[in-house]
């Protein structure tokens, strides 16, 4: 039988791609988003794809939406937290309600959806974790200590879970994307995006399925001995 996977924001951009991928690989893939209805149905109608609404940042609403996907699909062999937000300002205009935002999100939405579904994996003695970072995760980026901090956060979450789960087939490891061609990177004003890609030596933004693929990779039923890394995919922008 296809193992059953999650993908928070699994509707748009890097998720849809990831959400595409894991149905290619034979699994019952369960594509999570938060409020957008309209690009979640056109999703749907054209990948079969089903999704499910909820805030990734609601512990309570992370534990209903798991347990009705377990409902509907079966256990939970596969988490990809893939969901996140910007709210790129300076440290001057950095109001805290957009420090808690993005930090709730990005990196609290990663507790919530593990702890929903870390236990069932260690008891049945297999499961996936994959949480998506980011190169400005890495290195840091102007204008964005809530999305660096939060980002960075998930590295030290990664390496941290990776422990706890080992002994019991659990494997769980970050991807660090660089610029990805989403609707997220499309809000980067045109001037700042072209000196982004000049920085980046292969010269061009990444597409969603090529971090698609390394999430294949990691989810793969053979990679059990990867556990607590991180892979960067980043066109040679950050390497370290
Ligand atoms: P998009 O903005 O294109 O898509 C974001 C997805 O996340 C949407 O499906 C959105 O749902 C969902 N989402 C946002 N907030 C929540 C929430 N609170 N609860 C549930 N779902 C939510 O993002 P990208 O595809 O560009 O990015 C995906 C991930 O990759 C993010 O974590 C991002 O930080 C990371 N990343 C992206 C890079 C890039 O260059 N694009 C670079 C490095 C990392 P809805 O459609 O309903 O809004």
Not at 122 to 143: L, M
Request: aromatic content about 6%; some cysteine.
């Amino acid at each position: 039988m296809g193992r059953v996977a999650i993908v928070t924001g699994g509707t748009r951009g890097i998720g849809e791609a990831i959400s595409m991928a894991l149905r290619d690989e034979g699994m019952t893939v369960a594509a999570n988003y938060a409020g957008n209805d309209e690009r979640a149905r056109e999703f749907t109608e054209r990948t079969g794809i089903k999704a499910y609404k909820w805030d990734v940042s609601d512990y309570d609403a992370c534990q209903q939406g798991v347990k009705q996907i377990e409902a509907e699909l079966g256990p939970v062999d596969v988490l990809v937290n893939n969901a996140g937000i910007t709210r790129d300002t300076t440290m001057k205009r950095m109001d805290h309600q957009k420090w808690q935002e993005v930090i709730d999100t990005n990196l609290g939405g990663c507790f919530n959806m593990a702890k929903a579904v870390f236990e069932g994996m260690q008891s049945r003695g297999y499961g996936r974790i994959v949480n998506i970072g980011s190169i400005n995760g890495q290195a840091g980026q102007y204008g964005q200590v809530n999305y660096a901090a939060a980002k960075s956060g998930i590295h030290g979450f990664t390496k941290a879970l990776a422990q706890e789960g080992a002994r019991n087939g659990v494997t769980v490891n970050a991807i660090a994307p660089g610029y990805i061609d989403t609707d997220m990177v499309a809000a980067v004003p045109e001037e700042v995006l072209g000196k982004i890609i000049a920085k980046i030596p292969v010269n061009r933004l990444g597409k969603a399925s090529e971090i698609a693929r390394g999430v294949t990779f990691l989810v793969g039923e053979e990679a059990g001995f990867v556990t607590g890394s991180t892979l960067s995919i980043n066109g040679g922008q950050h390497m370290y």
